[in-house]
T-cell receptor, first 108, second 114 residues
Framework: AQRVTQPEKLLSVFKGAPVELKCNYS??????LFWYVQYSRQRLQLLLR??SRESIKGFTADLNKGETSFHLKKPFAQEEDSAMYYC??????????FGAGTRLFVKA | DAGVIQSPRHEVTEMGQEVTLRCKLI?????LFWYRQTMMRGLELLIY????????DSGMPEDRFSAKMPNASFSTLKIQPSEPRDSAVYFC????????????FGPGTRLTVT
């Protein structure tokens, strides 16, 4: 079955601390993975895609097929990073499956 | 481009009433997705279209829910009759056919059924 698991509902870190939001997926084929972010009172928006291997707002994510993971990382968290983060899996065709989301709270 | 547009932004209705949610896609996009978001179940995919054709409606919870794309830029999600457990935020998102994982979301419609 195709599934995306984000084990943490809430992650709280201090400003300047490293942050890692975990994402594991279940899919037998070749996955496409994404991170979406929803800031307070804003719409859900794409943050980054694994195929781009890009860094957006200091965030990076590496696809680890052996561990079926796509964790989102940032070395130094900022207060403006506080938001809801969703990991998403495109499991072939048009269907994209979203994880339950992790709320990141960055404390001053 | 104003992005994906949804209306109304908020809807409060009584149980048993018909509810229609509307979505306008980004110009040039040809895939359309409807999601429902609740605290308990997170973000659930209800139905998606490509080139106005419904591809998969297996996420639609009951026959009370229906969705249409009367043209390439507009979609509706209808609930008839509505029930209190339908209360949620409903999002639509659009994308290009060749990049369905890169979706552009609307602001959502917060539906409350009393």
């Amino acid at each position: 079955a195709q599934r995306v698991t984000q084990p943490e509902k809430l992650l709280s870190v201090f400003k300047g601390a490293p942050v890692e939001l975990k994402c594991n997926y279940s899919y037998s084929g070749s996955p496409e993975l994404f991170w979406y972010v929803q800031y307070s009172r804003q719409r859900l928006q794409l943050l980054l895609r694994h195929i781009s291997r890009e860094s957006i707002k200091g965030f990076t994510a590496d696809l680890n097929k052996g561990e079926t993971s796509f964790h989102l990382k940032k070395p130094f968290a900022q207060e403006e990073d506080s938001a809801m983060y969703y990991c998403a899996l495109r499991a072939g065709g048009f269907k994209t499956i979203f994880g339950a989301g992790t709320r990141l709270f960055v404390k001053a | 481009d104003a992005g994906v547009i949804q209306s109304p932004r908020h809807e409060v209705t009584e149980m048993g009433q018909e509810v229609t949610l509307r979505c306008k896609l980004i110009s040039g996009h040809n895939s359309l997705f409807w999601y429902r978001q609740t605290m308990m179940r997170g973000l659930e995919l209800l139905i998606y279209f490509n080139n106005n054709v419904p591809i998969d409606d297996s996420g639609m919870p009951e026959d009370r829910f229906s969705a249409k794309m009367p043209n390439a830029s507009f979609s509706t999600l209808k609930i008839q009759p509505s029930e209190p457990r339908d209360s949620a935020v409903y999002f639509c998102a659009s994308s290009l056919s060749d990049a369905p994982g890169e979706q552009y979301f609307g602001p959502g419609t917060r539906l409350t059924v009393t």
